[in-house]
């Protein structure tokens, strides 16, 4: 596949499948926006923001970090306004961002409940959307 000049957001792309997603668009020419909301690894979790880039730029590929909370529909705006300044467009968004919890469906608090239909399916609808 050929994405020479593509521009491209992957949420998520701090660590796991979005880290290994925004590396593969990357290798195949598209430009990244390495989307999440870590800057500093917190403990017993490996992978930043930064870090994915310094990956993607180290194998001679373009990308940027931008902290993003893809529940907070302000920080998406301002994600799309910095891809937008970097890059001057978008082709490709990669809404892999989400959570999950071990707890069987019914021991799930409604707290934990909001918390998981924010992110996988709110945060999802507003990058989209923007």
Known sequence: MNLNGKVAIVTGASRGIGKAIAIELAKQ????????????????????????VDQIKSMGGNAVAVKTKITNAEMIEKMVQQTLESFNRIDILVNNAATNHPEHFKDINQGLWDTIMDTNLRGLVLCTRA
């Open 29 to 52: 020419g598209a430009d990244i926006v390495v989307a999440a909301r870590t800057q500093k690894p917190p403990k017993n979790i490996k992978g930043t923001i930064h870090q994915t």
